[in-house]
């Protein structure tokens, strides 16, 4: 990895860490104190630490052992993440469920507002935007995030959307006979905007379309393309209308949240580029759909 990719690369990790901190922040401080449970893979772990606490009588004062049953959880998953995902993906999800497990821990759990339907919305936004910047960083949560993406490569009509609907149908089914019936309704409301804040941030399912006019034929820019984004290119020759100067065309299908980086390494080869950005195609076919 050159230089200038690892600054890159360190620099959303960076921003993933912050993430993180906010998810913690939506957890603890709106959804534990309202005794809601979050979807997916912790809210499984939520009702582990409940069942432990209520069942089982361990007292852990105000520290939240659900990060780490949810980390602890992960341990399969990350090995999965560096088998059939890369050694990138697997660094960088180890360092966001780490520092997500931290926080978890350590940020206090204090009760901020008294009213049930604010905590929902507000611990919704708050955690959903957190874990909406790391999918947009091309990192991960765990938990059913990778598990997600890999039913989507194994069948194209599996999503990650489908994979949390599945787990916290169920999950909600169990906590209508373990918890009271208004418990599981906040708790369906806060998964609903936490969902809703993870889509409006994350722009993965936004596919566009690149057009790169160049009157450079550089072999290292469609190198860099495709080694540094992982995207095919397609190339043909040009010629200008007006000036009838040769140029070459190179296309390239990808997610949104990519373009900054295209642009980034289509200009650090060719300054005077031309870029054309088309958004919200429907792609069929063999397309890497990345988290």
Not at 98 to 114: D, G, H, K, N, R
Not at 166 to 191: G, K, M, P, Q, T
Request: positive net charge; aromatic residues 10%.
């Amino acid at each position: 990895m050159s230089r200038e990719n690892m600054v890159y690369e360190g620099k959303r990790t960076l921003v993933c860490i912050m993430a993180t901190l906010m998810y913690a922040v939506g957890l603890n401080l709106f959804v534990v104190p309202a005794n809601l449970y979050s979807g997916g893979l912790m809210g499984i772990c939520q009702v582990i630490r409940t069942l432990l606490v209520e069942y089982l009588h361990m007292n852990f004062q105000s520290f939240d052992i659900a990060g780490i049953i949810y980390y602890i959880i992960n341990v399969p998953i990350f090995i999965i993440a560096f088998t059939k995902m890369g050694r990138k993906f697997f660094a960088k999800t180890l360092i966001t469920v780490t520092t997500m497990t931290v926080f978890l821990s350590v940020v206090p759990i204090v009760q901020v507002v008294e009213d049930t339907v604010a905590a929902c919305v507000v611990g919704g936004i708050i955690s959903g935007a957190g874990i909406g910047i790391i999918l947009r960083m091309a990192s991960s949560g765990g938990g059913l995030d990778v598990v997600g993406v890999l039913l989507t490569r194994w069948k194209r009509d599996f999503s990650v959307g489908k994979v949390y609907l599945l787990v916290n149908l169920s999950l909600y089914a169990v906590c209508l006979f373990l918890f009271d019936i208004e418990i599981v309704v906040y708790s369906v409301i806060f998964a609903a905007v936490h969902s809703l804040a993870i889509d409006k941030v994350h722009i993965q399912n936004i596919n566009v379309e690149a057009n790169i006019i160049t009157k450079s034929n550089n072999v290292n820019l469609e190198r860099a393309i495709m080694e540094e984004l992982n995207r095919g290119v397609t190339k043909w020759s040009t010629l200008g209308a007006y000036t009838y100067e040769q140029s070459h065309m190179l296309y390239i299908t990808l997610s949104k949240y990519e373009v900054s980086r295209l642009k980034a390494v289509v200009h650090k080869y060719d300054p005077s580029a031309f870029i054309v950005i088309n958004e919200g195609v429907t792609v069929d076919g063999n397309f890497l759909k990345k988290l």
